[in-house]
């Protein structure tokens, strides 16, 4: 017996252990979502936090036109999606889902051919419940299959899905269904769950969608924004490349916080590996809001392809050190001054798994430089209150 027709039984061979053990294999992979999606968190825009139900077709496409001009597409924001209020309160007599005619008369299909025609993608929400949020329009309980179908047709990209006025059932009942309806409908779509971190969906969310809530809405205030980071980063270890946790949307550019808290709020979405979806209105910001969410190195953290969430490594009163690896052999840290007073913050090697004689050379991702010191045993900023030092280390000896 020759080398190859050894080989060629042992392919054989492999292959009849490979069918035994397939229904097993197709079994797991069948509870899974697997449609590919999320391999680095989401980026683009939700029209939630700036508009609210106040949304139409017109104001989308220009919001798609504006992340084109503006250069948002080209760094990473591809997803343009729409809240709560798409829809008319009632279903047609088929049972299907319609635009509301008064604000979205061209439908939901000519909006996604749209958007699609500029690059960028559509996403659509719906609720796991009898109603969406607002009340303003069915949700989707009973009618999963028929509006996920609805949903493809259309081509839609992104659903986020809503965990208001539901039957009491549990979240891992309710979601799963749709979850298996998106896969039937035969268009790959990210699945965002909002089931606002009620049943912890970070310990059974991966399975179900590409992401998950960890916390109430967020409000456009320095200590809503920081509370949803830290509800967030409680779950740190859950998150991985297919599916990632979700301290909710941003609120940059809407004008309830200085622009310290929002350089703030945008480094620790990044370095948590949370959705980067805008909030505000893409047509009409200013030169700060564009200064923060346009900064590619920080964006670079954020879609790294190892896909770990920070955690916070020390917390000492106001201040805090978070941190998380990165690809290449480099560490993502933030220093934070969460308190009143201008102080002093400290990384130490210890905290970051470094060795204290690692010898490190400093990139600081708001200033654009290299520091031209390099670093042993600790690195410290002194920071003005509710700001921070983003900083990515890596060890040169
Ligand atoms: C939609 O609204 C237009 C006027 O804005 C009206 O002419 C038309 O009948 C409405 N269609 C439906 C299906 O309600
Ligand atoms: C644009 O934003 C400014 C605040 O930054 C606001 O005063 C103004 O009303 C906005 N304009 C429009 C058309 O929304
Ligand atoms: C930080 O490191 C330097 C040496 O690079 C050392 O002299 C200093 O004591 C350290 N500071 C703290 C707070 O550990």
Redesign the pocket.
Known sequence: MGKRCFAMAFAVIMLIIGLLASPTLATIRRSMLTNGLGLTPPMGWNSWNHFGCDIEEKMIRETADAIVSTGLSKLGYEYVNLDDCWAEISRDEKGYLMPKNSTFPSGIKALADYVHSKGLKLGIYSDAGYFTCSKRMPGSLGHEEQDAKTFAEWGIDYLKYDNCHNDGSKPTVRYPVMTRALRKAGRPIFFSLCEWGDLHPAEWGYHVGNSWRTTNDIRDTWDSMISRADQNEIYASYARPGGWNDPDMLEIGNGGMTKDEYIVHFSLWAISKAPLLLGCDIRNMTKDTVEIITNKEVIAVNQDSYGVQAKKVRSQGDEETWAAPLSGDRIAVILLNKGPVRTSV?A?WDDLGLHPSTLVEARDLWEHKTLKTQ????I?ATLSSHACKFYVLKPVA
Do not use: L
């Open positions: 400290t130490h670093f042993m045993s600790n410290t």
